[in-house]
């Protein structure tokens, strides 16, 4: 990998969908335009969002940008972490074994399941009465 390459993954989580663009760096992180700690106010989210960094040892190796859309807080950091992984990948190969493991490759294809007609929710039915 060159000094001006950039990589490129995309990462989705329930309705988020992450655009993830790497660059050789000092280790900075903005989401939508944003400072990591600004966006994110959960020690959570930042947390699950480094968890491929410092499982495969790249921490403060490179320069983060994302866009990201869609879901909430934990949806969108769960798509940083998916779309981080995929970039990993594409920089060194060897990466797969540590990062298939951990589970960090496979989309997480949970959904909301859909409301039903006749029902509160979509297993939840409304209170039946005798008379």
């Known amino acids: 990998m060159t000094e ?37 106010g959960r020690k959570t989210a930042k947390m699950i969002i480094m968890q491929p ?14 866009n990201v859309c869609g879901g909430g807080i934990s949806g969108q950091a769960g798509a940083i972490k998916h779309g981080i992984s995929k970039a990993l990948l594409e920089y060194n190969p060897d990466f797969r074994a540590i990062l298939k493991k951990a589970g960090f490759i496979t989309r997480d294809s949970r959904v909301k399941e859909r409301k039903k007609y006749g029902m509160r929710g979509a297993r939840a039915r409304y209170q039946y009465s005798k008379r």
């Open 53 to 66: 960094l410092e499982l495969t040892e790249t921490v403060g190796k490179f320069d983060i940008k994302v």
């Open 4 to 40: 001006t390459e950039k990589l490129y993954a995309t990462g989705k989580r329930k309705t988020s969908i992450a655009r993830v663009y790497m660059a050789p760096g000092s280790g900075n992180v903005e989401v939508n335009k944003r400072d990591i700690d600004s966006y994110f």
